[in-house]
């Protein structure tokens, strides 16, 4: 136990440089367990540290420890959360809960048999935290972190706090918003920058890496989220990744699932599979006319999960059309509906339609919108593409 004491303070104690991420104000941290799911790479241990640092400093109330440590192959998380909570301890925060078997069950015990201890733990956003697991719908809430939104990394880059908007505020307020971000900063000036490598957090610490830390961390959700967790036999990798590959290669994709299911030498079903798969790791999005992302539904259209993807997948075809589009379903998409639309991009939540696209862009209509790239200053139902990143 001593151990991870020591290893929690040095890990606390290091400071690593912070990125105020708006999902620390959005969670109940009164819950007894709290999951945070996130991509590879994404921040989630800077993000729990940062907790850890703010609320606890190096007391020894709280404890965070990796389930990567091969300590964990010898004993259950509950002996250790035992151990722990009869030592004093109130907050255990556990990284990286899908490396340990059981998980569920060892953590329902805790909560069942140790009442005063909170338990806050990390997992791969393609971990199945309810289903199939009844007990942890009833005990657990669950919240993923997300890559930088633009408005994140534009306050990292310039030092600014500029706060989280509303999709409303966006909508009827965007002309009067705008003069005073622009006052301080130049959004445009930062905007490619951040379609090419600023969603996920590496550019930090090595910027000249970036590309290679994102490939890495897609291979490793491919080998070893999306497979091992889905139960995926490895030999299939392959088939994997050239599906990937193909919808960064043709996107904005379309897909035509019997074509797909003979390039990959694969079934319909597996396809659509496949599919789901993806969309859970982070790694694509699905559009659908109806909404209904069901697991045997053919989307209408299928986007990489954000620009940066983009980038190191298909860099042969990177063009205006497809950062704009990608970029606004990433940003709006997290915390609202988007659906394909008959003369439009997008619909979001049911009501409002959007046609993305460059500067010229316009818009028809009451609830019709225009993302357009390229202007600082919208005007009427026209939307600089930019502040769409200030959702969250």
């Not at 690593?16 to 991420?21: A, E, G, L, S």
């Not at 999709?167 to 900063?185: F, G, M, N």
């Not at 659906?339 to 209509?365: C, L, P």
């Amino acid at each position: 136990m001593e151990y991870f004491f020591e290893a929690h303070k040095l890990l606390v104690g290091a400071g690593d440089v912070k990125i105020v991420r708006e999902l620390h104000h959005e969670i109940d941290w009164s819950a007894r367990v709290i999951g945070i799911k996130g991509f590879r790479g994404v921040g989630k241990t800077t993000f729990l540290l940062n907790f850890i640092r703010e609320r606890y400093g190096d007391s020894r109330d709280c404890l965070y420890v990796n389930l990567n440590d091969f300590y964990f192959s010898k004993r259950r998380i509950f002996s250790f959360a035992d151990e722990f909570y009869k030592r004093g301890g109130k907050v255990l925060v556990l990284d990286q809960i899908h490396k340990y078997p059981d998980w569920s069950d060892e953590l329902r015990q805790c909560y069942d048999e140790l009442p005063g201890l909170q338990l806050i733990f990390s997992s791969s956003p393609v971990l199945r935290i309810f289903e199939g697991n009844d007990d942890m719908k009833e005990i657990a809430k669950i919240y993923h972190l997300e890559g930088l939104s633009f408005r994140e990394f534009l306050n990292y880059k310039t030092g600014s706090s500029f706060g989280k908007l509303s999709l409303t505020d966006i909508l009827a307020s965007h002309k009067e918003i705008v003069p005073d971000i622009i006052r301080d900063v130049r959004p445009l000036a930062y905007f490619p920058e951040y379609l090419k490598s600023g969603f996920y957090p590496y550019f930090i610490k090595n910027p000249e890496f970036y590309s290679e830390s994102l490939l890495r961390h897609v291979n490793l959700a491919l080998e070893i989220d999306v497979t091992y967790l889905n139960q995926i036999e490895l030999k299939y990798l392959p088939r994997l990744r050239k599906l990937l590959q193909l919808i960064g290669a043709q996107m904005p994709f379309s897909p035509n699932v019997s074509k797909i299911s003979t390039d990959i030498e694969t079934s319909r079903t597996t396809v659509l599979n496949y599919l789901r798969y993806l969309k859970n790791a982070k790694l694509i999005n699905l559009l659908f006319e109806n909404g209904n992302n069901g697991q045997l539904q053919k989307p209408e259209v299928v986007y990489l999960h954000n620009t940066n993807l983009l980038h190191i997948i298909a860099p042969d075809n990177i063009n205006n059309r497809n950062l704009r589009t990608t970029f606004f379903y990433n940003q709006v998409g997290y915390q609202h509906s988007v659906k394909s639309a008959k003369g439009s991009d997008f619909r979001v939540n049911n009501q409002f339609e959007f046609v993305v696209g460059g500067k010229y862009t316009q818009a028809e209509g009451e609830n019709t919108f225009a993302a357009a790239d390229m202007i600082e200053i919208g005007e009427g139902n026209v939307i600089p593409l930019w502040l769409f990143g200030f959702l969250y």
